[in-house]
């Protein structure tokens, strides 16, 4: 692959989810922005990186493209699991515990 490309591969956007991709598309024609207005000032030192990163842009629109097509799955995703500290249990109980007094007593 070419240079700085290496973490956009498409194994690797295959994980993304959608608003992920929509930032690393973002990130990549800002990137390529940046680049073409060093090329235009003569202060490009690496004029492989435009290439990478026109070919980083053109992979992200595939991805999102096979997506909208369904050739692509879109991966799931990932729920955080819900923890319950020891205290706020506790208090949910003790809360609970006088609410049902009150209702036995009714």
Known sequence: MAIGSKELAPAELD?????RLIDELKKA???LFNLRFQAATGQLESHGRVR????????????IREREL??????????APVKATKKSAKKAEADKAPAAETEEKN
């Open 15 to 19: 994980t993304y989810e959608d608003e």
């Open 29 to 31: 024609k800002e990137e």
């Open 52 to 63: 990478a990163v026109k070919r980083d842009i053109a992979r992200i629109y595939t991805v």
């Open 70 to 79: 369904g050739i692509r799955a879109t991966p799931a995703p990932i729920e």
